[in-house]
């Protein structure tokens, strides 16, 4: 057996580990880039959330039309606090109801709390929309009611591009990107 002397063995580069200012340092770097990215991923995923409510209320908008279409009767979406009856004016959760047979053929509930939605004035009258067997749009006072609206979806906590309107004319649905300087009912 050897007796070993009191110096280490070192390996061939001469270092043991990391020194204590190089892990400093690393950490530091990986704090910037992490104030960087987190504000910029949160803005995203709200952004993302925005155009899938979107999309939910457009693709409602068309399954409404499609059942009014194929059932020969009026399909109306309307806000509900249930699930099972018209009610109230928040559209976050909505609706779509055949009323030839008085049955929901579907409920929407957009569930992101983070967003606002809300009709404009054209659908605020009576807070509905309905398509007729003809495959056309009505909305709002149902002595005169309007064949134009907007449902707006917007988030109050981006700056810019915080806005989704699904815009209903005739019988045409589509969705538009928007910024709203304060999450207000759209405009017609």
């Known amino acids: 057996m050897r007796a070993r002397s009191g110096n280490r063995r070192r390996s061939v580069s001469g270092q043991v580990g990391f020194t204590l ?6 950490v530091a770097v990986i704090a910037i880039i992490a104030s960087i990215a987190v504000p910029s991923f949160r803005d995203m995923l709200l952004r993302s959330r925005l155009t899938a409510a979107a999309n939910e209320v457009s693709a409602a908008m068309q399954t409404a039309k ?16 249930d699930g099972a009856t018209c009610s109230g004016t928040d559209w976050s959760r909505f609706i779509v109801r055949s009323t030839r047979s008085n049955t929901v053929l579907q409920d929407v509930a957009l569930g992101a709390t ?4 809300a009709g404009s004035s054209n659908i605020a ?3 509905r929309v309905w398509f007729l067997a003809d495959g056309f749009v009505r909305m709002g006072a149902t002595a005169t009611p309007n064949q134009v ?5 917007c988030a109050a906590s981006l700056s810019s591009d915080n806005a989704r309107d699904v815009q209903i ?3 045409r649905v ?6 709203r300087a304060s999450c207000s009912a759209p405009g017609n």
Do not use: D, F, Y
């Open 125 to 127: 009258g009576t807070s």
């Open 66 to 81: 499609i059942q009014a279409l194929r059932t020969n009767g009026k399909v109306e979406l309307c806000p509900s606090t």
């Open 21 to 26: 200012v190089e892990l400093a340092v690393t």
């Open 114 to 117: 983070s967003l606002m939605v």
């Open 174 to 179: 589509s969705v538009t990107r928007v910024t």
């Open 169 to 171: 004319s005739m019988g």
């Open 149 to 153: 609206g907007t449902i707006g979806i």
